[in-house]
Structures are given as C-alpha cells and as structure tokens.
C-alpha cells in the first residue's frame, strides 16, 4: 500500500458526518449526478461547497481514489455513516445510484429534523438546571461564609437547620465532589432506570426501523442490512436481538416472524411488518412503522420535559427558600429575646 492510501485510510478513520450533512451531500450528488455529470466531477464540486469544506481533504483522498478504479461505497467509508456505505454498495452493483441518494437524502433530513426537535425539548431543562447549580455556587462561595462571620462575631446559639446550612457551606465541594463521583459510577446503569430504559429502547427501534427501510428501499439484501446495522447500532442487547433475527432469517422465517420471536420490539410493530411482508411492501411499511414510532416519542418526550421542568423549578426553589430561612432564623430568634 502506497503512502497516499495509507494516509487515506488513517483519515478517513475518525472522520464523521452530521445527518444534516450527510442529507445535503446525497442530496447534491444526486442532482449532479442527474445533471449528466460523472461522479469524480460531482464530488470535486461537492468538496468545494462551504458545507464540505471541514472534510475537502477526506473529499480529495475519496476522488483520488475513485480515479484509480475503486467505487464510491468503497472510497467513502468513515466518511459516510455505514447505512450510507451499504446502500450506495448495493445500487452501484443495482444500477440505480440516483435513486439511493435520493432516499437516502429524504431518510437523513428527516433524522436531522428529529434530532433538532429532542434537541430543543431539552434545552430549557438543561439551562434550569445549571442555572440552579450556579446560583447555588455563588450562595455558598460568596454568601453563606459573610454570614458565618456575622454569626460568630453575634455568638448566639444557631438553630440545627442554620447549622447544617454553615457547614455544608464550608465544605460545599463534598457534595459536588460526591455528585460527580456518583455520576460517574452510574454513567453505564442509568440507561437501566425505567424512563430512560424506555426511552433507549424504543430510540434503538426507531433507528433500526428507518435504517432497515432505507436500506431495503435502496436494493440492499435482507441479511446484508441486518449485518450493516448490527454493527452501526452499539448496543449489546439489540446485537444480540439482531444476531438472532439474521440466524432466524438465514433458516427460512420471515423478517416478522423471526421479530416476534424476539421479544423486544412492541407487537405493533411486528403487526405491521406482517402487513408488510403480505402486501409486498415491507420497505414502505418499515419507513411508514418508524415515522409514526418517531411522533409517539416525541409525544413521550415532549410530556416528560413538561414534568421535569416544574419539579425542577419547584426543587430550586425549595433548596433556596431553606437557605434563605436557615440564615433569618438565627436573627429572629435574636430579636425575639432581645424583646
């Protein structure tokens, strides 16, 4: 191997594309490609564009390699997401190139938009969130130890909840500190709480229904879809799910049928693949499948975020009032014996 594609095979390892990026790539190949113009042309335009322009150095290697005989599914991989890669394999081998891209634009755009629209629900979480932690910084840094002075200059016994306030304000890193370290210990098992295994598992599902769709409306076979998206879906149970199915498939069960024995996806979906298969279009049913699954997530989520968002709100604002009283009691209590 030269040292050119050496170099390409080291780029192109680590590269990554959006799903916005990836729908407007297929989406301009497709329409330079329609326009007459050979792929090599149609990629050194591409390249060029302010879209492509943080990978043009991954877009040159991929056109160099095509001008030596190799094929774009072959050229891009790591530049293209995998379900890219496989079904422009299978239309270069079908024929109809134009026809792949095109769908695969449509399939990636979409995604774009649902990964947009989570995006957004969880942006006003996030920002109470860490809006709380930072009021709740500034009061132990910088307010609680002037009232720990005034205090210990007063000498006045201090209620218990005063107490407690004061020292968690000397020492306020521990808990963060704390928090952290839970954090950390718990990353690989909060997938295993209720909500957010629901909410992993029915995202995977989604993710295998558009895929497989997109894959099979491109022309690529059954098994090899399976075995493309069995590597792009990191997940150990849905590899092992997906493991299953193949073999399943492999012995003569219908994608359905080999579904339902699974277990893991809901029967709705399993009856509509049903659907599918007797109808002969078990391409559409799977897009069709994974866009009303898409809506009811967002359903889902859009009803989570509206309950996270109080409870949040409610909680700040009982931390804070607790600080605020823990800090007045001691000069009530004063006033009062004074009187």
Known sequence: MNIRALVFQFVRSGCTMSSREVSSFCSQLRALLSSGLPIVESITIIKDL??????RTQWQLVVDNINEGNSLSGSAGGILPPLVISSLRSAEQAGNLEAAL???AKFYQSRAEVEERIKSALVYPCFVLGLAIFILVIMFVFILPGFNDLFTDLGTELPVATVIVLNIGQYWYLPVLGLLLAGFM??????RLPVISSF???AIVIQWLASMGALLKGGTPILAALDTLAGSIKDIEFHKVVGEVRGKIENGEKLSRAVEESGYFPAEVVQ???VGESSGQ???MLLSVADFKTREREENLKKLTSLIEPA???SVGLIVGFIVIAMFLPM???ISNIN
């Open 50 to 55: 302010p879209l492509s322009k943080k990978n």
């Open 102 to 104: 095109d769908q695969l």
């Open 186 to 191: 718990m990353r690989n098992k909060v997938d």
């Open 200 to 202: 992993c598992r029915q």
């Open 272 to 274: 509509m693949l049903k």
């Open 282 to 284: 078990l391409s559409d």
């Open 312 to 314: 949040m709100t409610l």
């Open 332 to 334: 009530v209590n004063m």
